[in-house]
């Protein structure tokens, strides 16, 4: 199969209609025909179920979009890691905004005293974000989140482990406590839970308010809109937050995460620093 053929049945699998794929693609309807019935001729299976003008994906069909989606996207990861291998001084760091800034400057304070560094550039981004970017190849290596980073195909080394916190409005009772468990949050009505968004930038269904980064939950949870659980190090942004342990909330570990397959000399320099250099670092298990 040729990329342009995956491309083209993406586009007919996303509409489920000829013509809007036709017109997504900037092509004629007939060629886009043409191709997807030469597809499956290839492959031997129907890809598509047509009745009158209704289409509908076959289980094959499926199948075949979710192997395509990840095959296009693993051709454009290579085609942005291959042009930027190109000046292996330049080194694309993905992090969620909100990361503990502490521990970011000290792994590059480590990594830019080593002779030869490269230049990094530091993308702070959503919720979610940097994981997509180091799949799709807009990062060479990315701080993610354990467990709600997915770290599946990548080489991970853990760099900080710490606990999570409850923030709350200011006024609220469970303020006054030195603790407080899922328990009592779940239990507080007035204050839903944030929904972030999810790997594909939806969000899930359910009274809480979609969120997509720190300043925007931390101003509706100072309104009494809402309550958050967030690692310890989450940035402080005003005085209408109070900040409360939560006893039984997952550990949360910060990992420095790359794709094994595709490193240039400026990312190899820096895994080999961070994965010799930091404080008590060792190489985790690949994800």
């Not at 291998?85 to 330049?90: E, L, V």
């Not at 060479?140 to 770290?151: E, K, M, Q």
């Not at 308010?209 to 958050?228: E, F, S, T």
């Amino acid at each position: 199969m040729e990329t342009r053929e995956l491309r083209y049945f993406i586009a007919v699998a996303e509409e489920l209609h000829f013509g809007r794929a036709a017109d997504r693609l900037q092509m004629a309807q007939p060629p886009l025909s043409r191709a997807i019935q030469q597809l499956e001729r290839r492959l031997g299976v129907p890809l598509f179920e047509r009745s009158g003008r209704r289409v509908a994906l076959s289980s094959a069909g499926e199948v075949l979009l979710n192997e395509g989606r990840a095959a296009v996207a693993a051709v454009q990861a290579a085609e942005r890691r291959t042009r930027r291998a190109a000046t292996p001084s330049h080194v694309v760091l993905a992090a969620k905004a909100g990361t503990n800034s502490d521990l970011v400057t000290t792994l590059l304070g480590i990594y830019g005293a080593t002779p030869g560094a490269a230049q990094i550039d530091v993308q702070l981004v959503g919720i979610g974000e940097p994981e997509r970017m180091l799949r799709d190849g807009r990062a060479d290596v990315a701080l993610l989140h354990l467990p709600f980073d997915a770290t599946a195909g990548f080489d991970i080394m853990e760099l900080h482990t710490e606990g999570q916190v409850a923030l709350l409005p200011s006024a609220h009772p469970l303020t006054k406590r030195k603790k407080v468990t899922l328990a009592d949050l779940h239990a507080a009505p007035d204050l839903p839970l944030p929904r972030w968004p999810e790997p594909d930038g939806s969000y899930l269904e359910g009274p809480g308010p979609a969120v997509r980064d720190y300043v925007q939950l931390w101003q509706l949870i100072g309104l009494g809109r809402a309550c958050a659980i967030v690692p310890e190090s989450a940035p402080r942004l005003g005085n209408d937050v109070a900040v409360v342990p939560v006893a039984d909330a997952e550990l949360v570990t910060t990992v420095i995460a790359w794709p094994p397959h595709s490193r240039s000399r400026g990312v190899d320099r820096l895994i080999q620093i961070a994965t010799t250099g930091w404080p008590g670092g060792q190489p985790a298990p690949r994800g």
